[in-house]
Nanobody, 127 residues
Framework: QVQLVESAGGLVQAGGSLRLSCAASGGTFSNLIMAWFRQAPGKDREPVAA????????SYADSVKGRFTISRDNTKNTMYLQMNSLKPEDTAVYYCAGRYGGGWSSRLEGAYVYNYWGQGTQVTVSS
């Protein structure tokens, strides 16, 4: 069974940066397709970015493209989300998620395809 643990989020001013990490254990991390999701109050959980098991291919939501970077280090069983030029609308609980197999789509997929989830971490961007 895969366990995913996100790093602490935080409070940051608009225009600032924050890096989240997601540490995996209990499975074969290098075989997992991984993703970041977020959920703002009163809204559905939405995909932010995804990365293939090798880390060679990534995909982003239009709302974060050019500002966020997803990456992974398979030697450390860890995935990252570097968030730059943060905006108040980025405020949400951020979740990391993973799944084995199922193929890769260049289009971000919904939460239902992911089997493993972290507990979530709050990111608040003040204006």
């Amino acid at each position: 069974q895969v366990q995913l643990v996100e790093s602490a989020g935080g409070l940051v001013q608009a225009g600032g940066s924050l890096r989240l990490s997601c540490a995996a254990s209990g499975g074969t991390f290098s075989n997992l397709i991984m993703a970041w999701f977020r959920q703002a109050p009163g809204k559905d959980r939405e995909p932010v970015a995804a990365i293939t098991s090798s880390g060679l291919t990534t995909s982003y939501a239009d709302s974060v493209k050019g500002r966020f970077t997803i990456s992974r280090d398979n030697t450390k069983n860890t995935m990252y989300l570097q968030m730059n030029s943060l905006k108040p609308e980025d405020t949400a609980v951020y979740y990391c998620a993973g799944r084995y197999g199922g193929g890769w789509s260049s289009r971000l997929e919904g939460a239902y395809v992911y089997n493993y989830w972290g507990q979530g971490t709050q990111v608040t961007v003040s204006s």
